[in-house]
């Protein structure tokens, strides 16, 4: 069974752009989290996805979108990049929405960097 | 609101030796907890996890880890480092069955084995 995929795997941009990452999820599971990994902050999670509706969002402020489609493939957008966006981008994903088999499959990340 | 502290940002262990790494966590609901691997350039990959039941928990690569309720702490062990094993590891806990799946990561703790 294939594993999480991320696309592109490396992205550079310049401030003021947009740039949108792309997510499949292993095949089954419906739910895709979104989390951003950088030295200064560390790991922090941006949002969770199930059946196409937002479920759960962290502390990020609103240049930071995404989506769920019908196929559980997900996207995140980030809108008038900043320097401090430059970060890891890991997608995860999960079977189910509750109960002990929560563990997050994560994806090998988008590196966005900043100019 | 959930916490999650790796004492260590850096262990040196030479190989063969036995590995600890530390892990104490605060939540005010019962915890699912989990310990992840990161290599260089790569996602993570998930070692063990606890969710309810035995709290010696046994992993992939020959680790395990011993849920403690009354130290809060989530230790990871390996009796005897290889060098493979040398990567990021990151403790991370999750509200337990609240369909809350968003991890709450620690800052990491950076494994060095020494030939």
């Known amino acids: 069974k294939a594993g999480v995929t991320q696309t592109p795997r490396y992205l550079i941009k310049t401030r003021g752009q947009q740039v949108t990452l792309s997510c499949s999820p292993i095949?089954?599971?419906?739910?895709v989290s979104w989390y951003q990994q950088t030295p200064g902050q560390g790991l922090q999670f941006l949002f969770e996805?199930?059946?196409?509706?937002?479920?759960n969002k962290g502390n990020f402020p609103g240049r930071f979108s995404g989506r769920q489609f019908s196929n559980s493939r997900s996207e995140m957008n980030v809108s008038t990049l900043e320097l401090g966006d430059s970060a890891l981008y890991l997608c995860?994903?999960?079977?189910?929405?509750?109960?002990?088999?929560?563990?997050?499959?994560f994806g090998p990340g988008t590196r966005l960097t900043v100019l | 609101a959930q916490s999650v502290t790796q004492l260590g940002s850096h262990v040196s262990v030479s190989e063969g030796a036995l590995v600890l790494l530390r892990c104490n966590y605060s939540s005010s609901v019962p915890p699912y907890l989990f310990w992840y691997v990161q290599y260089p350039n790569q996602g993570l990959q998930l070692l063990l996890k606890?969710?309810?039941?035995?709290?010696l928990v046994k992993g992939i690569n020959g680790f395990e880890a011993e849920f403690k309720k009354s130290e809060t702490s989530f230790h990871l062990t390996k009796p005897s480092a290889h060098m493979s094993d040398a990567a990021e590891y990151f403790c991370?806990?999750?509200?337990?069955?609240?369909?809350?799946?968003?991890?709450?990561f620690g800052s990491g703790t950076r494994l060095q084995v020494q030939p």
């Open positions: 995860a994903s999960s079977l189910a929405i509750a109960g002990v088999n929560n563990e997050q499959f």
């Open positions: 095949s089954g599971h419906r739910s």
């Open positions: 996805y199930f059946s196409e509706t937002q479920r």
């Open positions: 991370a806990v999750s509200d337990q069955g609240t369909g809350r799946r968003a991890l709450t």
């Open positions: 606890y969710t309810t039941g035995a709290t």
